[in-house]
């Protein structure tokens, strides 16, 4: 898919986008609850669909009506085949929900996920007792439980998701656990996921995000759950709104544990007028100046960050590149590509980027298939001299489907 954006002022409100990563956490916990649970606002991105498409193959009954999703849990188990699609939480979280039971299950997966490595998935299965194989480190790979519980020493340094994974399985387990977790980056996505596990009756010993103690045999309860507005969705909004317009955005909660609501810090950085209310952040066009912001706990921002360091005046520094490299794409890569072609000077200087503002040209960029390096070129065409297209912008749909009809909503002229 094509979409060619014009420059225009963006004007009006806009309800953020539901947390896919909130969203996938709750269908798996509603699934390991005996009962009815009712996800309201669930988000309907690709990434969210695979991991319902997963709950409904692990035995839950899923109805979707009104918005809402409802799901019967119990874990009865009838498929032995998992479709993560490029979901790299559903991949990971589902391992180890999958490994409580002792059938073999086998994952697969498409696009960018078939070449994000398993290695870190079977190192800590393996530790707690479940038969792991993959191929060479990669999908497909299958498990075979039951996971029983135990002790397990992980590298969290890579990604958070697997650890989200272990600490929603492992309160099923027969026996206790302790896991120890080294280096972990992303740490508010892990408080994310205890904040959701207490929702759902789940206690888990926290110990400064070093070491986790949990008791097995907890019963999940089902519920009524909220999901809240995506900060990592949002975040290009509140970008286009603080280069050429001004908006607000509803559904934002000020007490989130998301780290990509740290985008705030970031546009007071650089000069931007913002105003909070209730759940709603306001954001108008300023004078905008270079910044400095380190994005290691939160690499999501690295694409909306880049589209508002292109109209700062100097050289806007970023740290936190080496989180870059297994995403959807080699970010880093992306996007000093792609702003290449739009005019801006990016380098990678170690672990830094830095990003030169100034003119944005008219051009024709490519998405590397990459939802967030989609939406970066989006934004960063809002004040162009000229039009920009971009090739193989479907693949927003992987987090924020509604983008574009939202940009068009504020304003935006989009064709294609």
């Keep these: 898919m094509i979409k060619v954006i014009h420059p225009a002022e963006v004007e009006g409100e806009i309800t953020a986008p539901p947390s896919k990563s909130m969203t996938q956490r709750a269908f798996a916990a509603a699934l390991l609850a005996k009962g009815t649970t009712t996800i309201i606002n669930p988000s309907g991105s690709d990434d969210s669909l695979a991991a319902l498409g997963m709950t409904r193959k692990l035995g839950a009954e899923v109805v979707a009506g009104n918005g809402n999703i409802i799901i019967s849990g119990g874990f009865l188990l009838p498929g032995a085949q998992l479709h993560c699609g490029e979901s790299g939480l559903a991949m990971r979280m589902f391992a180890s929900i999958a490994a409580l039971q002792p059938e073999q299950i086998t994952f ?76 972990l980056k992303s740490k508010s996505y892990i408080a994310m996921t205890l904040q959701l596990l207490g929702e759902f009756g789940i206690i888990i010993e926290n110990h400064n995000f070093e070491l986790f103690k949990i008791h097995g045999n907890q019963p ?86 880049a589209a508002l360091a292109a109209y700062c005046a100097g050289i806007t520094r970023i740290l936190g590149v080496n989180r870059l490299i297994y995403k959807e794409s080699n970010r880093a890569v992306a996007i000093q590509e792609e702003m290449r072609k739009l005019g801006i000077t990016v380098r990678i200087e170690g672990d830094e980027m830095l990003i030169t503002g100034g003119k944005i040209r008219r051009a024709f960029v490519h998405s590397h298939h990459d939802h967030r390096i989609a939406m970066m070129a989006a934004v960063a065409a809002i004040s162009a001299d000229g039009y920009v297209t971009i090739k193989d912008a479907e693949c927003v749909a992987k987090s924020y489907p509604g983008f574009f009809n939202d940009l068009e909503k504020l304003g935006m002229e989009i064709g294609g």
């Excluded at 530790?127 to 993959?134: E, R, T």
Aim: hydrophobic share 40%; aromatic share 6%.
């Design 108 to 183: 697969t997966g498409e696009g960018s996920l078939n070449k994000r490595p398993v290695s870190m998935i079977e190192e800590a299965l393996k530790q707690l007792g479940v038969n792991v194989k993959s191929n060479n480190g990669l999908l497909p790979f299958s498990v075979q439980g039951p996971l029983q519980g135990g002790k397990a020493v992980i590298d969290g340094s890579v990604s958070s998701q697997l650890l989200t994974g272990l600490l929603m399985a492992l309160p099923m387990a027969e026996n206790d656990s302790e896991i120890h977790v080294i280096n």
């Design 220 to 305: 999940y309860r089902a519920l009524e759950y909220t999901v809240e507005g995506d900060w990592s969705g949002a975040a290009f909004l509140l970008v286009a709104g603080a280069v050429n317009g001004n908006i607000r955005v509803k559904g934002l909660h000020a007490a989130s544990k998301q780290s990509d609501m740290t985008i705030l810090d970031a546009l007071q950085n650089a000069g931007a007028y913002i105003k909070l209310e209730d759940d709603t952040v306001s954001v108008s066009k300023s004078v905008l100046s270079a910044f400095r912001f380190d994005a290691t706990e939160c690499p999501d921002l690295f694409p909306p960050l």
